[in-house]
């Protein structure tokens, strides 16, 4: 019988955040008969060699560590890289069925339409599409992180907006775009569905809610560049920086312990500068300033864990951002 490489998951009988943990960690255990789990209580690890920050905490047999309630895409991801084995990608239908276009879409209508969309995976800095390249697909985001950026004369990126799993993208093909106007870049191990323009506005045809729901998203992508635009006119380096990393929270945050909030896509300085519109250098000593506070750290895996609260804008970034959010003329 082989040996079974175990991971231990260190929990706490205050903290409200461990019994999730447990749940989760077992059940997608379940799909890897090559791993065992061991539950401990956190008074466990001194006696283990461990120094824990908070639990729950998972901690792997090859030393990372993962702090909090992972999502359990996020699990197998961690437990498939663990056993040197390929992420198991769940069927197409699935990740159209969750995609935020499609919500309420009954599932043997999506089954009829699914062969529409051809799937691809992008590796980590992989561009997608480039400024000037024929617009002639939409694609739906089914797991990893996108950023969409433009290029400056002088050479410089300015990043538009990160995207996460459900999000679309691509859709101004679908009205006035013939040729890109910005660049798209896989972040990391990203897996995408594309559908044809001329597919995609015949299904449209067919459910006329779907373009309500294309034209919705369009105007919320239009608020929050409205919004980043003026930050980059008015606001300070350390505004710009507290409304992006609150963002990035909302939208691709998982919650951990004690009001904790992990960004689960992971950021260079170089790439949260392109976001806010500053230097590298800047960045990084702003970053570091919030880190002195104890507004924000990093964790094992390297990526930013935040306390939302605790970078609230001021008084002028709240008429700031009550200006963008009326649109900018």
Known sequence: MLARERVVLYVGTACPFSDLAVERVRRV???YPELDVAVRAKERAHEDGISLVATP???????????????EERLRRVFSSLLGKELPVANKVWYIERNRLFHGVPRDEIERFAHLFHERDYGAKEIVFSEGDL?????????????LFRSTEDGKELTLAILGPGDVFGELALFDESRRQTFAEALDATYICAASVDDFTRLMGHRPALTMMVAGEMARRR?????????LA??????????????LAREHGEALGNGEVRIAVRLSHQELAQLIGTSRETCTLEL????????????DDRNFVVRPERLEPGVFERVLGGVAGRGLQ
Do not use: C, F, M, N
Not at 57 to 71: A, K
């Open 223 to 231: 608020r929050e560049i409205e919004t980043r635009i003026a930050g």
């Open 135 to 147: 617009g002639d697909a939409i694609y739906l985001l089914k797991s990893g992180h996108v950023r």
């Open 234 to 247: 008015y606001g300070s380096v350390r505004a710009r920086l507290q409304h992006a990393l609150r963002h």
């Open 288 to 299: 570091g300033k919030l880190q002195l506070a104890g507004h924000l750290r990093v964790d």
């Open 57 to 71: 905490t998972l901690v792997l047999s090859d030393g990372r560590r993962i702090t909090g309630t992972p999502s």
């Open 29 to 31: 255990l379940g799909e």
